[in-house]
């Protein structure tokens, strides 16, 4: 009987413990709008050689260039 006892005296307090938790609401951060990612960095050295900063034309046209060289199939060839 005893043992019952002390099993349920320890679920009951593992229930109430889990009341216990306070709500966790963090504090509104300031929203920010996203730069233009053909905009740029600020720093040269992760930038490919003749992309134009801000250049939305030349900024597809070196990803288009990325691709392509990630592409297996056209590596394969």
Do not use: V
Not at 26 to 45: L, Q, S
């Amino acid at each position: 009987m005893k043992r019952a006892s002390y099993a349920l005296l320890i679920a009951a307090g593992a229930l109430l413990a889990a009341c216990g938790d306070k709500p966790q609401e963090g504090a509104a951060a300031p929203k920010k709008a996203d730069a233009k990612a053909w905009d740029g960095g600020a720093t040269a050295a992760y930038t490919t050689p003749g992309w134009k900063p801000g250049d939305r034309a030349s900024w597809e046209q070196q990803l288009k260039a990325r691709n392509q060289q990630q592409n297996e199939y056209t590596r394969s060839r």
